[in-house]
């Protein structure tokens, strides 16, 4: 599966758990910042530094999302496998 496929899939995983992926650029807000997990006005968000290469930005989302009880969602077996690399044991 080439990563822009993984990205993707990954993005839909999380809706599956009501949580909206976005990205947004650091950069321009001259304020310090990482990718990460928060709650706005009630709604579960997963941003994203738009400036992360795309497999930096597969390496955040997986971390996440891989903590969360995913056995029973479908998915592709790649994406489980990436899945079960962050997987604490």
């Known amino acids: 599966m080439k990563p822009d496929q993984i990205y993707q899939q990954l993005i839909e995983l ?18 310090k910042a990482a990718s990460g997990f928060c709650i706005v006005k009630g709604h579960k968000r997963f941003i994203i530094d738009k400036q992360l290469k795309i497999h930096g930005k597969i390496d955040v989302l997986a971390a996440f999302l891989s903590k969360f009880p995913h056995e029973d969602i479908f998915m592709m077996p790649a994406l489980r496998d990436i899945l079960g690399r962050y997987r604490a044991d």
């Not at 999380?14 to 304020?31: D, G, H, L, P």
């Open 14 to 31: 999380a809706e599956k758990f009501e949580i909206t992926v976005s990205e947004q650029n650091f950069k321009a807000t001259n304020v």
